[in-house]
Structures are given as structure tokens and as C-alpha cells.
């Protein structure tokens, strides 16, 4: 156990003094994302060389044996290390073949593994895992590329729920399986719901996005227990069945979309009709509705809806609940992105040299990434919010700031540790929003 453990810091420390490659490496679940101990988890490892890199090719080595040439770091909660599998460290001395491996700029090179390989992952827990590839093969003075994202491992107990996690597995296999596009999913929704078949009219629901949305319900399955009695007034444009629909648009990037329609309503014999703005994800491999927005006709543009009227502090308040449930569009409609685009790494440096039509494009491809996912959580805004409250309020007619204390709780090897954050937020009416106000930029200082 001492040398698992050994082995692990070893290659922490070797890490932090590497300088690292310039191939981009990412590290995914290849299928199921329930697990117990004993079974396979498999991995979908791509290597990458990046269009904006500066190489014109990249050159690397890739071993046989992928124990050669990547390496993961898991770990619990608390900061323990997950013991290495049987036979991992002899198998280091064991110098197989390799294939020197040339990419050009925007290709890419994905291998599947099992990652049972590297870990003993016989008890259960909840875990981080962080990736690592070797691009000249692992010994002492390797260069070192770390995984752009950490992924979270939860390994269940065996208990007599495994036979619902089971079942819950199966369906999203089946859901996959049909690959409806979003307006697939709102269709039959849409249907279900108006022929009462509520239990068909769930499936394609993000009942844990919507629940947040709402607070009237206090978790995901009390939200699903009234849809399932037919109660469904907790969803907006839901609450009476639809005669009929038309298409108006529909928006679709990799992780996200948006489906917009105007809905018909003729309950009791009185006709009106609805603008409604469906928002899915593909969270779980097939697309679910997360949230649903519903206007009368004659109200404001969806995209100013609920903030033409709100006083800084409201903004604020709606702007973090948006965060707090990652719903990134909605956080848009209360901040301008453009002075945390301005400061990027990849801007910082020319900014002042670009032209109006490029700072535009360079904030809308930001919008664009954020909204469907693209985005290195690294560069997202506001990340850290969790419990929060606000402390202080100033504005005037068209400048104002909002001050709010932030507490983040971390688990460490030593027991929970607190985290004060203290966000001032800039507000303004000037530009072209005079009639509303929106978050131009905010400050941070760390209190421990």
C-alpha cells in the first residue's frame, strides 16, 4: 500500500515539474455512467492537435501498451488516493513497442481503455480523476500533458437499488438508441402531454433542471410524481394541453439547442396562444428538455423578458440563481461578456488593435461556446457560486454596484474548509440597453 501510494505522489511531483506538450488531451466515459465495484469503466482517450496551436504537425510517441503512455491520478473527496491495481507497477518495467504518431493541425487521435488497468477500484466512493499523457512514454524525465478536464467518479455500494439504477440505465440505452433531434423531443412531448399519456410525456424531461427552475417543488421526484398524477402546472405552457403548434425556429450546437414555437390553447372553449422556447442538452447522451419559457403574444421578446424591469439588485439575484443552475443563456440576458472577453489570454495582448466587427464576433463565438458547452470551465464566469448572499447595494440613475459574499465549502485530508469569496459587480444603463440594467464586469477578493 505504501508504494501504490508512493508511486502516486511520485508522479504528482513529476507533473507539477513538467513543462507539458502542446497536444490537447481529453479524457471521457466511453457508455455507462453508473457504476458498482467490480465493474468495467471505460474510457475514450483523444489526443489533439489544435488549428490555433502554431504547429504545423505534431510529432509523438504512442506505446502499445497504453499503461506506457498515459497515467491517472484518482482520488477521493478527502484527498486520498485510490490504490493502484494489481500488477500496474511491474508492468511499468516491461518496455513494449511504440508507433511514432504525426498530427496535423485539427486532426485528432482517440483510443479506448479500461481504466480497471491503472486503479483498484473495489470500494465505493465518490472520486476526481485527472488524466495524464506521456508523449515521449513515461519514465522520470517525462514531459507531461495533463487531461483539459477532471472527470467525477462516483462508485455505488451494492445494495438493493442497483436493480432501478439497472433499469434507469436501460432506458437511456433505449433513448440513445432513437436519437430523436430536439424538435423530435419537443414533438412527442408536446403529443403525450396533450393526449395525457404522462408517462410517455416525462421521458424526455431534465425533471432535476426543471425542479431547480421551480422552486414549488423541493426535489426532482416530487416534480415527476405530479407530472406522472397529471398535476403539470409546474411547467411553463404545460399547464393545459396544446391544440396545436407551429415551428419557428430552432438553434442546435454540439451539447445544447433551443427550439422556439407558438402554441394554440383552447381550454374551456377560450382560444389564446402562446410563444414558447424550449432549451435541451444532450447531459446524458440523447436530448432532454431542461427548461421551458412561455409568453403571451403581445409580451416582450423572450430575450428581454423578466429583466426590463429589475433594479440592480434583482439583476444580480437572477443572474447567480441562472449560474447556480448553469443555465448560461439566461446569465447572458444580465451580463455583457465583453470585458471578461477583453482580458483572455488569446485577446489580452491585441484587443486594442482589432477592429468593432472583430471584438463583435470574438464576444458572440464566446456566447456561442458558453451556451453549448464548448467552454474550458477555466474561462466560465462565475464559477464558484454557491451559497451566496447579498451585502450591499449602491446605484444611481445609470451606474451601480452590487456586492455579494459567496461561501464555498472544500474537502480536504484535514476535514471541511470554508472559503469567503467577495464578488463586487458593476452595473450600467449606458449603451444601448438604457432601459434595463446589466452587469458589465465584476471584481473578486478571497477571504480564508
Not at 15 to 20: E, F, L, N, P, T
Not at 385 to 407: C, K
Amino acid at each position: 500500500m505504501l508504494r501504490r501510494t508512493t508511486l502516486l505522489v511520485f508522479l504528482t511531483a513529476a507533473i507539477i515539474s513538467s513543462a507539458g506538450a502542446n497536444v490537447r488531451f481529453s479524457i471521457r466515459y466511453q457508455d455507462k455512467n453508473i457504476y458498482y465495484p467490480g465493474d468495467v469503466i471505460r474510457l475514450k482517450l483523444t489526443l489533439t492537435n489544435p488549428v490555433d496551436s502554431g504547429d504545423s504537425e505534431m510529432t509523438f510517441h504512442l506505446a502499445d501498451d497504453p499503461l506506457e503512455s498515459f497515467g491517472f491520478d484518482i482520488r477521493s473527496l478527502t484527498g486520498e488516493p485510490v490504490p493502484t491495481a494489481e500488477g500496474f507497477a511491474s508492468s511499468l518495467n516491461d518496455r513494449g513497442a511504440y508507433r511514432v504518431v504525426h498530427l496535423a493541425p485539427g486532426q485528432e487521435l482517440s483510443i479506448t481503455v479500461t481504466l480497471n488497468q491503472w486503479a483498484d477500484l473495489s470500494d465505493p466512493g465518490q472520486y476526481r480523476l485527472t488524466g495524464f499523457f506521456f508523449p515521449e512514454r513515461r519514465d522520470r524525465n517525462s514531459i507531461v500533458s495533463q487531461a483539459d478536464s477532471v472527470l467525477d467518479l462516483t462508485v455505488r455500494p451494492l445494495d438493493n437499488s442497483r436493480w432501478e439504477d439497472a433499469l434507469d440505465e436501460e432506458v437511456r440505452k433505449a433513448l440513445i438508441r432513437r436519437d430523436l433531434d430536439p424538435w423530435g423531443v419537443v414533438r412527442e412531448t408536446l403529443e403525450s402531454r396533450r393526449d395525457s399519456r404522462f408517462n410517455r410525456a416525462v421521458v424526455y424531461l431534465d425533471t432535476e433542471s426543471l425542479s431547480q427552475v421551480d422552486r414549488t417543488f423541493t426535489s426532482s421526484s416530487e416534480l415527476e410524481r405530479a407530472l406522472l398524477e397529471g398535476s403539470w402546472g409546474g411547467i411553463p405552457g404545460f399547464e393545459h394541453p396544446i391544440e396545436d403548434w407551429e415551428i419557428i425556429s430552432s438553434q442546435i450546437f454540439p451539447s445544447e439547442a433551443i427550439v422556439r414555437l407558438k402554441a394554440s390553447y383552447n381550454p374551456f372553449g377560450e382560444r389564446f396562444d402562446q410563444d414558447l422556447r424550449f432549451y435541451l442538452h444532450k447531459k446524458s447522451g440523447y436530448w432532454s428538455i431542461r427548461r421551458v419559457e412561455a409568453l403571451f403574444q403581445n409580451d416582450a421578446d423572450p430575450l428581454r423578458y423578466g429583466s426590463t424591469e429589475l433594479d440592480p439588485q434583482e439583476v444580480v439575484a437572477e443572474m447567480l440563481k441562472a449560474v447556480t443552475r448553469g443555465d448560461w443563456d439566461i446569465v447572458l440576458r444580465y451580463y455583457d461578456s465583453t470585458d471578461l472577453v477583453r482580458n483572455l489570454p488569446e485577446y489580452a495582448d491585441r484587443w486594442k488593435d482589432m477592429s468593432a466587427g472583430e471584438h463583435r464576433r470574438a464576444v458572440d463565438a464566446y456566447r456561442n461556446d458558453l451556451i453549448s458547452g464548448r467552454l474550458d470551465d477555466g474561462k466560465k464566469p462565475l464559477g464558484a457560486i454557491d451559497d451566496w448572499t447579498i451585502s450591499r447595494v449602491n446605484y444611481t440613475q445609470s451606474e451601480g454596484s452590487v456586492t455579494v459574499e459567496n461561501m464555498t465549502t472544500y474537502e480536504t485530508a484535514n476535514g471541511p474548509m470554508n472559503q469567503m469569496t467577495i464578488y463586487t459587480f458593476r452595473l450600467s444603463r449606458a449603451g444601448d440597453n438604457q432601459d434595463r440594467w446589466h452587469v458589465v464586469r465584476y471584481d473578486t477578493l478571497v477571504r480564508r
